[in-house]
Structure formats: structure tokens, C-alpha cells
């Protein structure tokens, strides 16, 4: 099946999920619909703006009153066109770690395996930014940065840590999996807002842990060496979901990408070296 083939395949997955969001209980509680009618000379015209504390003024008509009482009258869905697209392509590399327990490769890496993974890396994020105009959010700037943050963080916990490869697969598994479902959580059934970020919410952060949590506890198992008990493992894995979970909240300048990795390596690590 051809890239062309796949993307159209997500198309038409997207816009069916897409209707989930189209249900009134659904509608993001920070859209605000306005309708305004006037009568001069007898003609009624109507200005209807859909606005989003998110992204500002999203769209602006100018129709019949009927027309814009209408589109009011329609709850807008949670998950934008595009958003099932860019969180596929956003949690496939988290299972890099399954697909290498199979692959023989040494631990500490050689050169050669850290360069292919380095390459593997570089691959995804090329793909990711080739279709970025599917995917990309309406203002969004930094999409270059996030991208780039991704591997580098993955990889830059493998150069750190060589000796402990499952320090890297707890690290790209939250990243994979914690960002993704915690955009899902939330878009979709989070209501009420993080008091230090309202554009997160605390269901949002909840199935970050939830569903990160045990696919990096998972991870850290499957690939430590010498084998660790299911305990540490879920120990390790937890915590750095924790961590992340607590730094994708967080309302700062940085990549959700960058701090969220850079928080679980820390913690992964610091959990790893405790329990040893």
C-alpha cells in the first residue's frame, strides 16, 4: 500500500471519529458561537464567528439568519480533521522497543545499531514533516522543533545511558503512547481544566498515566538486562509516566516533546539507580 493509499485510508478514519466529537456533550467548552443579526433596509443579514480560546477567531461567515443560527446550532467536533493522522504518526515509534526484542543487538549498543536507530529516528520525523500540512494545528510555529525534539530526546538518552537501553524505550514509549492518549482523554471526554494550564485537563493527565504507565513499565521489562522483576519495572515505568504527565502540563515555552523526555529519562533513571 503506497503513502497516498494510507493517508487516505486516515482520511476516511478520521472523519469518522471525527463524528464522535459532534455530539452537544461533546463540543469544546472554550468555543464560543456568536450570532448577530441586523435589519438595515429591511434586509436581515447574519454574521456568525466561531471563536477558540485556543486558536482565536477560526472562522468567519457572513450568511441568511437562518443559515447562521443553523451552523449555531452545531456542536463542533473535539478531534480537528488531521488529528488521528498526526497521533498515529506520533505514537508509532513506540513500538520500536517490542519490534527490537526480537532483533539480536548488544547491549551496550555498538556504533552501528546506535547509528540505524539515529536513522529509524530520522526517518519518522522526515515522514511526520512530509505530511505536515496535514497535520499541522491551526497557529501552530513550532512544529519543526517538536518534531525534531522527539528522536533527539530518544537518542540523546541512549548516548547518556548506553548501558541501559531500557532507559531509552521507557523514554520513547511515554512519549509515544503518554501524549497521545492523553490528547485523546482529554479532547474528548476531559471537562474540567488543570488550574495551572487551562488548556489541559485532569482526565487528560490521567490517561497519560494510565495508558503510558504499563506500556513503559512493559518496555523497561522486556529489555532490561539482567532481568528486573515485574515490581521495578512498574516502578520505573510509573514514575517516568508520572513525570511526564506532570511536565506535558506544564504551561512553558518548551516542546511538550522535549520536557515530557527529558523528564522521564531523569526520573527512569534516578528510579532505576535507587532500586538497584
Not at 478520521?14 to 434586509?43: F, K, M, W, Y
Not at 517538536?146 to 531509552?168: D, K, N, Q, R, W
Request: aromatic share 8%; net charge positive.
Amino acid at each position: 500500500m503506497t503513502a497516498q493509499a494510507l493517508i487516505r485510508v486516515w482520511r476516511q478514519i478520521d472523519l469518522t471519529i471525527c463524528q464522535i466529537g459532534r455530539r452537544a456533550d461533546c463540543c469544546r467548552p472554550e468555543s464560543v458561537v456568536v450570532a448577530t443579526l441586523g435589519a438595515p433596509g429591511g434586509n436581515l443579514t447574519g454574521r456568525m464567528a466561531l471563536m477558540s480560546s485556543n486558536a482565536g477567531m477560526v472562522n468567519i461567515t457572513e450568511s441568511s439568519p437562518r443559515m447562521a443560527l443553523d451552523y449555531a446550532d452545531k456542536p463542533q467536533p473535539r478531534l480537528p480533521r488531521g488529528e488521528i493522522l498526526r497521533k498515529s504518526l506520533h505514537m508509532s515509534p513506540g513500538l520500536i522497543p517490542f519490534l527490537m526484542k526480537d532483533m539480536p543487538h548488544l547491549d551496550p549498543l555498538d556504533k552501528a545499531s546506535l547509528v540505524f536507530l539515529t536513522v529509524v529516528s530520522l526517518v519518522l520525523t522526515v515522514i511526520f514533516l512530509a505530511v505536515f500540512r496535514l497535520v499541522r494545528r491551526p497557529g501552530e510555529r513550532n512544529l519543526l522543533s517538536a518534531a525534531l525534539s522527539y528522536p533527539a530526546t530518544v537518542v540523546g538518552t541512549i548516548v547518556l545511558f548506553p548501558a541501559h537501553l531500557e532507559f531509552a524505550c521507557v523514554v520513547v514509549t511515554i512519549l509515544a503512547f503518554g501524549d497521545g492518549f492523553a490528547y485523546l482523554c482529554g479532547s474528548l471526554f476531559g471537562k474540567t481544566r488543570l488550574p495551572w494550564n487551562a488548556q489541559k485537563t485532569w482526565l487528560g493527565s490521567f490517561g497519560f498515566i494510565v495508558f503510558s504507565g504499563p506500556i513503559a513499565s512493559l518496555a523497561f521489562w522486556l529489555e532490561a538486562k539482567p532481568q528486573v522483576s515485574i515490581m521495578t519495572a512498574a516502578a520505573c515505568g510509573f514514575s517516568a509516566a508520572i513525570a511526564g504527565a506532570i511536565a506535558e502540563s506544564l504551561d512553558v515555552k518548551l516542546t511538550d516533546n522535549l520536557r515530557v523526555g527529558l523528564a522521564a529519562a531523569c526520573t527512569v533513571a534516578m528510579t532505576s539507580f535507587w532500586l538497584s
